[in-house]
């Protein structure tokens, strides 16, 4: 059975820093890509942060760039997201993601609350 289960949110100031972290385990721990993602209330998903297995070919999304650092320990089966000098606009639900490419994610999280208060 594939699960990812993410952890690390929370309530933070704008300005502030946050860590999330995902577990990965079954199948979802051998996925080529794993990313995340995040979706505030009344807009679509948006892409946040990607990273492959090996850890190369990393990908941001434009609104996080500079801010925010996606990283890997496969050995782990555990990817990171440490967000800096958050905005409250990154205010939303953060979800890991985890499949065998780019434009293919199998696996979901059940998804972690980011409140940025300004």
Known sequence: QAQLV?????????????????????????????????????????????????????????????????SRDSAKNTVNLQMNSLKPEDTAVYFCAAGPTMAQFDYWGQGTQVTVSS
């Not at 999304?61 to 801010?67: A, E, H, M, P």
């Open 6 to 70: 993410e952890s690390g949110g929370g309530l933070v100031q704008a300005g502030g820093s946050l860590r999330l972290s995902c577990a990965a385990s079954g199948r979802a721990s051998s996925s080529y890509v794993m990313g995340w993602f995040r979706q505030a209330p009344g807009k679509e998903r948006e892409f946040v942060a990607s990273i492959r297995r090996t850890g190369g070919l990393i990908y941001y999304g434009d609104s996080v760039k500079g801010r925010f650092t996606i």
